[in-house]
Protein backbone atom coordinates (compact mmCIF):
# COMPACT_ATOMS: atom_id res chain seq x y z
CA UNK A 1 0.00 0.00 0.00
CA UNK A 2 1.04 3.16 -1.00
CA UNK A 3 1.72 5.84 1.41
CA UNK A 4 -1.28 8.26 0.00
CA UNK A 5 -3.82 4.87 0.10
CA UNK A 6 -2.68 4.50 3.89
CA UNK A 7 -3.28 8.24 4.31
CA UNK A 8 -6.95 7.69 3.00
CA UNK A 9 -7.15 4.89 4.94
CA UNK A 10 -6.47 6.66 8.05
CA UNK A 11 -8.61 9.57 6.92
CA UNK A 12 -11.35 6.97 6.37
CA UNK A 13 -11.23 5.42 9.61
CA UNK A 14 -11.00 8.95 11.46
CA UNK A 15 -13.62 10.09 9.82
CA UNK A 16 -15.78 6.59 10.72
CA UNK A 17 -15.25 6.84 14.41
CA UNK A 18 -15.75 9.98 14.90
CA UNK A 19 -19.12 9.59 14.08
CA UNK A 20 -20.29 6.07 15.04
CA UNK A 21 -18.45 6.56 19.02
CA UNK A 22 -20.18 10.08 19.77
CA UNK A 23 -23.08 9.60 18.24
CA UNK A 24 -23.30 6.46 19.88
CA UNK A 25 -22.34 7.67 23.43
CA UNK A 26 -24.50 10.89 22.99
CA UNK A 27 -27.47 8.70 21.79
CA UNK A 28 -27.14 6.02 25.32
CA UNK A 29 -26.58 9.07 27.68
CA UNK A 30 -29.16 11.22 25.89
CA UNK A 31 -31.73 9.34 25.56
CA UNK A 32 -32.44 7.35 28.93
CA UNK A 33 -31.84 11.35 30.67
CA UNK A 34 -34.42 12.60 28.54
CA UNK A 35 -36.73 9.21 29.19
CA UNK A 36 -36.57 9.75 32.53
CA UNK A 37 -40.06 12.38 32.16
CA UNK A 38 -41.57 8.81 32.54
CA UNK A 39 -40.98 8.19 35.60
CA UNK A 40 -41.58 11.70 36.96
CA UNK A 41 -41.17 14.58 35.13
CA UNK A 42 -39.29 15.99 39.19
CA UNK A 43 -36.59 13.44 38.09
CA UNK A 44 -36.05 15.08 34.83
CA UNK A 45 -35.99 18.45 36.14
CA UNK A 46 -33.67 17.27 38.88
CA UNK A 47 -30.82 15.60 36.62
CA UNK A 48 -30.76 18.83 34.49
CA UNK A 49 -30.50 20.75 37.46
CA UNK A 50 -27.45 18.94 38.45
CA UNK A 51 -26.07 18.93 34.44
CA UNK A 52 -26.53 22.86 35.05
CA UNK A 53 -24.27 22.88 38.20
CA UNK A 54 -21.55 20.84 36.93
CA UNK A 55 -19.74 22.98 34.13
CA UNK A 56 -17.45 20.62 33.63
CA UNK A 57 -19.96 18.18 31.95
CA UNK A 58 -20.26 20.75 29.06
CA UNK A 59 -16.36 20.72 28.57
CA UNK A 60 -16.63 16.53 28.43
CA UNK A 61 -19.66 17.07 26.26
CA UNK A 62 -18.15 19.28 24.00
CA UNK A 63 -14.61 17.07 23.72
CA UNK A 64 -15.98 14.02 23.43
CA UNK A 65 -19.68 14.88 21.15
CA UNK A 66 -19.95 17.80 19.32
CA UNK A 67 -16.11 18.29 18.39
CA UNK A 68 -15.34 14.73 16.96
CA UNK A 69 -19.16 15.03 15.40
CA UNK A 70 -18.20 18.94 13.50
CA UNK A 71 -15.42 16.93 12.49
CA UNK A 72 -17.45 13.92 11.15
CA UNK A 73 -20.08 15.89 9.76
CA UNK A 74 -17.58 18.19 7.84
CA UNK A 75 -15.55 15.67 6.21
CA UNK A 76 -18.45 13.46 5.15
CA UNK A 77 -19.88 16.65 3.31
CA UNK A 78 -16.68 17.24 1.81
CA UNK A 79 -16.33 13.62 0.58
CA UNK A 80 -20.48 13.94 -1.04
CA UNK A 81 -19.34 17.10 -2.51
CA UNK A 82 -16.14 15.87 -4.03
CA UNK A 83 -17.88 12.27 -4.77
CA UNK A 84 -15.33 10.30 -3.38
CA UNK A 85 -16.20 7.33 -1.50
CA UNK A 86 -15.40 6.83 1.84
CA UNK A 87 -14.61 3.09 2.55
CA UNK A 88 -14.26 1.51 -1.73
CA UNK A 89 -15.19 -1.76 -0.11
CA UNK A 90 -18.46 -0.96 0.87
CA UNK A 91 -21.69 -1.47 -1.56
CA UNK A 92 -22.62 0.75 -3.59
CA UNK A 93 -25.80 0.81 -1.53
CA UNK A 94 -24.78 1.02 1.71
CA UNK A 95 -22.71 4.54 0.97
CA UNK A 96 -25.91 6.07 -0.08
CA UNK A 97 -27.70 4.58 2.92
CA UNK A 98 -25.35 6.30 4.60
CA UNK A 99 -25.04 9.61 3.36
CA UNK A 100 -28.48 9.82 3.07
CA UNK A 101 -29.22 8.92 6.81
CA UNK A 102 -25.88 11.05 7.69
CA UNK A 103 -27.42 14.39 6.60
CA UNK A 104 -31.06 13.65 8.14
CA UNK A 105 -29.60 13.25 11.52
CA UNK A 106 -27.04 15.83 10.59
CA UNK A 107 -29.98 18.11 10.41
CA UNK A 108 -31.93 16.22 13.74
CA UNK A 109 -29.36 16.82 15.67
CA UNK A 110 -28.59 20.66 14.60
CA UNK A 111 -32.03 21.33 15.07
CA UNK A 112 -32.31 19.66 18.66
CA UNK A 113 -28.96 21.27 19.74
CA UNK A 114 -30.31 24.67 18.75
CA UNK A 115 -33.51 24.18 20.45
CA UNK A 116 -32.56 22.69 23.44
CA UNK A 117 -28.50 22.73 24.22
CA UNK A 118 -27.18 26.13 22.56
CA UNK A 119 -30.09 28.48 22.54
CA UNK A 120 -28.42 31.48 23.14
CA UNK A 121 -30.62 31.94 26.33
CA UNK A 122 -29.92 30.21 29.61
CA UNK A 123 -33.41 28.00 30.10
CA UNK A 124 -33.21 26.54 34.09
CA UNK A 125 -34.63 22.73 34.04
CA UNK A 126 -38.60 23.30 34.45
CA UNK A 127 -38.62 25.88 31.43
CA UNK A 128 -36.64 23.39 29.61
CA UNK A 129 -38.98 20.85 30.28
CA UNK A 130 -41.92 23.23 29.67
CA UNK A 131 -40.81 23.89 26.19
CA UNK A 132 -40.01 20.02 25.29
CA UNK A 133 -43.82 19.38 26.79
CA UNK A 134 -44.80 22.61 24.58
CA UNK A 135 -43.17 22.00 20.86
CA UNK A 136 -44.26 18.28 20.85
CA UNK A 137 -47.77 18.43 22.06
CA UNK A 138 -47.90 21.52 19.70
CA UNK A 139 -50.04 20.66 16.38
CA UNK A 140 -50.54 22.48 12.83
CA UNK A 141 -54.27 24.30 11.94
CA UNK A 142 -55.61 20.93 11.19
CA UNK A 143 -54.32 19.02 14.23
CA UNK A 144 -51.50 17.14 12.85
CA UNK A 145 -48.46 16.88 15.89
CA UNK A 146 -46.12 17.71 13.25
CA UNK A 147 -43.07 18.51 15.36
CA UNK A 148 -43.52 15.13 17.26
CA UNK A 149 -43.99 13.60 13.85
CA UNK A 150 -40.55 14.81 12.65
CA UNK A 151 -39.04 14.24 15.80
CA UNK A 152 -39.73 10.71 15.85
CA UNK A 153 -38.26 10.42 11.75
CA UNK A 154 -35.57 12.32 13.43
CA UNK A 155 -34.71 9.90 16.33
CA UNK A 156 -35.42 6.83 13.19
CA UNK A 157 -32.83 8.07 11.31
CA UNK A 158 -29.82 8.88 13.84
CA UNK A 159 -30.56 5.55 15.42
CA UNK A 160 -30.23 4.24 12.33
CA UNK A 161 -27.14 5.92 10.89
CA UNK A 162 -25.37 5.02 14.29
CA UNK A 163 -26.76 1.75 13.87
CA UNK A 164 -25.36 1.21 10.95
CA UNK A 165 -22.34 3.13 10.74
CA UNK A 166 -21.11 0.94 14.00
CA UNK A 167 -21.74 -2.00 12.19
CA UNK A 168 -19.53 -1.80 9.11
CA UNK A 169 -16.79 -0.04 11.38
CA UNK A 170 -16.82 -3.14 13.35
CA UNK A 171 -17.05 -5.31 10.34
CA UNK A 172 -13.98 -3.50 8.88
CA UNK A 173 -12.23 -3.67 12.16
CA UNK A 174 -12.93 -7.11 12.61
CA UNK A 175 -13.49 -9.02 9.36
CA UNK A 176 -13.05 -12.88 11.02
CA UNK A 177 -16.42 -11.73 13.24
CA UNK A 178 -19.89 -13.48 12.42
CA UNK A 179 -21.60 -10.09 10.70
CA UNK A 180 -24.97 -11.98 11.24
CA UNK A 181 -24.35 -11.91 14.63
CA UNK A 182 -23.07 -8.30 14.75
CA UNK A 183 -25.73 -7.42 12.91
CA UNK A 184 -28.72 -8.57 14.99
CA UNK A 185 -27.12 -7.10 18.45
CA UNK A 186 -26.42 -4.01 16.77
CA UNK A 187 -29.90 -3.98 15.62
CA UNK A 188 -31.70 -5.34 18.68
CA UNK A 189 -29.47 -2.49 21.03
CA UNK A 190 -30.94 0.24 18.11
CA UNK A 191 -34.12 -1.11 18.39
CA UNK A 192 -34.32 -0.56 22.15
CA UNK A 193 -32.95 2.81 22.11
CA UNK A 194 -35.51 4.24 19.38
CA UNK A 195 -38.39 2.12 21.23
CA UNK A 196 -37.77 4.49 24.78
CA UNK A 197 -36.56 7.88 22.65
CA UNK A 198 -39.81 7.39 20.95
CA UNK A 199 -42.18 6.48 23.95
CA UNK A 200 -40.52 9.89 25.60
CA UNK A 201 -41.82 11.92 22.32
CA UNK A 202 -45.34 10.25 22.85
CA UNK A 203 -45.48 11.09 26.35
CA UNK A 204 -43.95 14.83 26.25
CA UNK A 205 -46.81 14.98 23.16
CA UNK A 206 -50.08 13.40 24.68
CA UNK A 207 -49.19 12.92 28.07
CA UNK A 208 -49.38 8.53 27.30
CA UNK A 209 -46.75 6.67 29.02
CA UNK A 210 -47.09 3.15 27.10
CA UNK A 211 -47.44 4.86 23.25
CA UNK A 212 -50.93 5.42 22.68
CA UNK A 213 -52.45 3.11 25.78
Not at 30 to 49: C, E, K, M, Q, Y
Not at 63 to 85: E, F, I, M, N
Not at 137 to 155: D, E, F, I, K, Q
Amino acid sequence: MSAQDRRAALLRNVHGWCGVLPLTLFLVLHVPFNALVLVDSSWFIGARTWKAGAPFLSLVEMVLVWLPLALHAGYGAWLTVSGSRPHPNRPNAATLLTRLSGFGALAFIAYHALEFRFTGTELDATDTAQKLYAELSATTASGVPLTGALYLLGLGITVFHAGFGTYWMYSAARPQADKSRVARWIGSCGALLFMVAAQTVVYCATGSRFFFW
